[in-house]
C-alpha cells in the first residue's frame, strides 16, 4: 500500500451508493497552537499519509500532536451535476477526538468522538472552478492530566504495559459522493425471528418525512420481499422461512432502497439473541437454542498503522484468524472498528461483543466527561445497529472511568432493546451496576464465572488466559505478560485452561474470552505475533477443542459435564 491506494475499498458497506470518491492519501500537515485560525490558501510543510493516525509508521509523520492542521485540494467530477438538484456529502469514518471541518475558507462541520462518522452537505461552500481546498483541523489530549477526559479505550500519552500508543487525528476513510437533495443518512433494520412470520423493519435515517420509500429484499439473484411506505414510519418486509444468521451459518440477505431519487444498496442477517432460562439455568439464545460463545480479546492495534489496519485484507485476516481457529465469538476491546470490519464479521460469520471505549483508568470523570461518554455510546449504537454480528454491548470494563453503572447499562438496553447488554465486564473489578443481561467476571490465567449469581442473568467469563511466549525477531523489547510459557508446551497449557472453560460451562457458563488474538506492543499473550507472521498455538488441534466445547455446551443439556 502506498499514497495512491491508502484503503480504496468502499468504506461503508451497509449504505453504498455508485458514485462515490476517496480522498484518502498524501495532504499537507503542520502542529497547531489552541486558537490559530484555519491555513486558508497556506501550503503546509510536512505531508501526512491519510488516514493513518499522526503517531503510526505508516502515516509518514510518527508523533503525537495535541492539535494539528490538515490540507488538500480537490476537484468534483463535472458529471456528478452538484448544485444542478445534487448536492455534495463529505464523509469521515472517525477523527479522534475533537474536529473542524473548513471547505475553501467556510466551516462546514464541527465534531467530537474519536470512534464514530460524521458528514457535511459542502455544496454551498464550493467555489466556481475545478479546484476546491478542504482543511481540518484536530485536537485530541488523549489522557493529558488538564484535558478533557473523553472516552480512549487502551490510548495513553505514555504508552507501557496493558496501555499503548495513541492514535491521533484522521484514522479512517475521508471521502465524497454526490446525493439526491433527500437522501438517506443510514438505514436502521431490524430483524424479528418468528419461524415463518418473521420480518425486516426498514428505517431511513437522516431524512424529512413523507417522502416515498421502498425496500425489496434479496436472497441471492431471488427477491423476497419487497414493501413500499414513505419516510418516517417504519416499513416491514416479510421473510417468508427466513435463512437464519449464524457463525455455522453467516447468510445475508441483500437489500436495495429507494428513497425519491435516492437509490442505495445495503444487506441484513436474520437472527434473534436474548437470555432465556433453560431447565432454570440463564443460558445465552442465539436464534432461540443455547450457545456458547467462545472468543478472544481483540484490541484492534496494528504495528504500523496502530488503530488503522494497513489494508482492507489485514483488517479481515484477525477475524478469518479466529474462524480458522474454531472461535464463533470476538469480544472488540474499548475500540470501535471501522464499518467494513463488522462487514467482514457478518460475512465471516463471528459473535461480537462491542465494548464501548472507556474513559481514563482512575479518573472520576467530570459532569460534562460523563455526558460525552454517553453521547458517543449512543453514536456507538446507532451506527452500527444493523450488523448482525453484533450481539451485545459492553458498557464498562473493570471499573476504567466508571459511574452510575445500572443506569448506563439501561439507557443502552432502551437504546438497543434487541441486544444483549453487559453492565460491567470484569465484575471482581469494579462494583455490579445490577443491570443488563450477563454477568461476567475475568480471571487471569484460570477463567472464573461470578461467585453470586443473581439467577437471572447469563453469567461469562469475560477475560481469561493470558499466555505469555515472546517469538524472537517478532516481540518489542519491553514486554508485559500475565504467565510465561514454554514454546514447548504452549498448545498444551492453552488446552488445559480450555478444560476449566469447559467445567465452569457445565456450572452454568455462556461464554469465555481469552486474552488475547494478537500481541499488542509489550503484550505478549496473543495467539499471534504483533507483526501477525508467527501462529503460536498448533491450529488443528485448538480448533478442534474449540469445536468440541460449542457443541458440547451449545445444547439444553450441555455434554461430558462430570
Known amino acids: 500500500m502506498g499514497p495512491d491506494n491508502a484503503l480504496p475499498e468502499y468504506p461503508r458497506p451497509q449504505l453504498t451508493r455508485d458514485d462515490w470518491q476517496n480522498l484518502n492519501g498524501r495532504w499537507q500537515f503542520a502542529a497547531a497552537e489552541a486558537g490559530e485560525q484555519p491555513p486558508v490558501g497556506k501550503n503546509l510543510k510536512e505531508r501526512i499519509l491519510v488516514p493513518y493516525p499522526v503517531e503510526s509508521q505508516l502515516s509518514g509523520i510518527q508523533r503525537h500532536e495535541d492539535r494539528m492542521w490538515y490540507r488538500r485540494t480537490f476537484t468534483v467530477p463535472r458529471d456528478w451535476h452538484i448544485g444542478h438538484g445534487q448536492r455534495l456529502r463529505l464523509n469521515f469514518g472517525a477523527v479522534d477526538w475533537q474536529s473542524e471541518v473548513y471547505v475553501n475558507g467556510t466551516k462546514v462541520a464541527g465534531h467530537k468522538g474519536g470512534y464514530d462518522k460524521f458528514s457535511a452537505d459542502v455544496t454551498d461552500a464550493l467555489k466556481p472552478g475545478r479546484t476546491q481546498e478542504l482543511i481540518v483541523g484536530v485536537y485530541d489530549p488523549t489522557d493529558a492530566a488538564n484535558g478533557e477526559n473523553p472516552p480512549l479505550g487502551k490510548q495513553r500519552l505514555d504508552p507501557s504495559g496493558i496501555w499503548y500508543t495513541p492514535s491521533s487525528g484522521i484514522w479512517q476513510t475521508v471521502w465524497m459522493e454526490p446525493v439526491a437533495r433527500d437522501h438517506v443518512d443510514s438505514l436502521k433494520l431490524t430483524p424479528h425471528v418468528d419461524g415463518t412470520a418473521s420480518t425486516l423493519t426498514v428505517e431511513p435515517k437522516g431524512v424529512r418525512d413523507g417522502v416515498r420509500v421502498r425496500a425489496t429484499a434479496y436472497a441471492g439473484h431471488r427477491k423476497v420481499a419487497t414493501v413500499s411506505g414513505r419516510t418516517g414510519e417504519p416499513l416491514t418486509l416479510k421473510i417468508r422461512d427466513p435463512r437464519l444468521w449464524s457463525p455455522d451459518d453467516p447468510f445475508l440477505y441483500d437489500l436495495k432502497v429507494t428513497v425519491g431519487h435516492d437509490r442505495v444498496e445495503s444487506y441484513f442477517g436474520m437472527r434473534s439473541i436474548a437470555v432465556e432460562k433453560v431447565n432454570g439455568v440463564p443460558r445465552t439464545m442465539l436464534n432461540g437454542e443455547p450457545v456458547f460463545m467462545m472468543a478472544t480479546l481483540d484490541q484492534g492495534f496494528w504495528p504500523d498503522g496502530l488503530h488503522t489496519a494497513p489494508t482492507d485484507e489485514a483488517l479481515a485476516y ?100 434487541t441486544r444483549l447488554v453487559n453492565n460491567q465486564s470484569g465484575l471482581n473489578l469494579g462494583a455490579d451496576g445490577g443491570a443488563g443481561d450477563i454477568m461476567d467476571e475475568h480471571g487471569y490465567p484460570s477463567p472464573a464465572l461470578p461467585p453470586s449469581p443473581d439467577g437471572e442473568r447469563a453469567l461469562v467469563s469475560g477475560e481469561y488466559g493470558g499466555l505469555g511466549l515472546a517469538v524472537p525477531g517478532h516481540a518489542w523489547s519491553v514486554q508485559q505478560s500475565y504467565v510465561d510459557v514454554d514454546p514447548a508446551t504452549y498448545t498444551d497449557d492453552y488446552l488445559t485452561k480450555l478444560d476449566e472453560v469447559h467445567a465452569l460451562a457445565c456450572k452454568g457458563g455462556n461464554g469465555a474470552v481469552y486474552t488475547q488474538i494478537t500481541d499488542v506492543e509489550g503484550e505478549l499473550n496473543g495467539l499471534l505475533t504483533y507483526d501477525r507472521k508467527v501462529v503460536k498455538p498448533d491450529v488443528q488441534r485448538i480448533r478442534a477443542a474449540h469445536e468440541q466445547l460449542i457443541d458440547d455446551i451449545s445444547r439444553a443439556t450441555p455434554a461430558n459435564c462430570a
Open 318 to 417: 484477525d477475524l478469518k484468524a479466529h474462524k480458522e481457529m474454531g472461535f464463533n465469538s470476538v469480544r472488540k476491546h474499548i475500540k470501535v472498528e471501522p464499518d467494513r470490519w463488522f462487514y467482514w464479521a457478518d460475512r465471516l460469520g463471528l459473535l461480537v461483543w462491542q465494548d464501548m471505549p472507556a474513559m481514563t483508568a482512575g479518573k472520576n470523570p467530570s459532569t460534562a466527561a460523563r455526558a460525552e461518554y454517553e453521547r458517543e455510546m449512543k453514536e456507538m449504537i446507532d451506527e452500527h445497529v444493523s450488523h448482525p454480528s453484533i450481539i451485545m454491548w459492553v458498557t464498562f470494563n473493570e471499573g476504567w472511568g466508571q459511574y452510575d453503572i445500572g443506569r448506563v447499562a439501561a439507557q443502552a438496553k432502551a437504546w438497543d432493546p
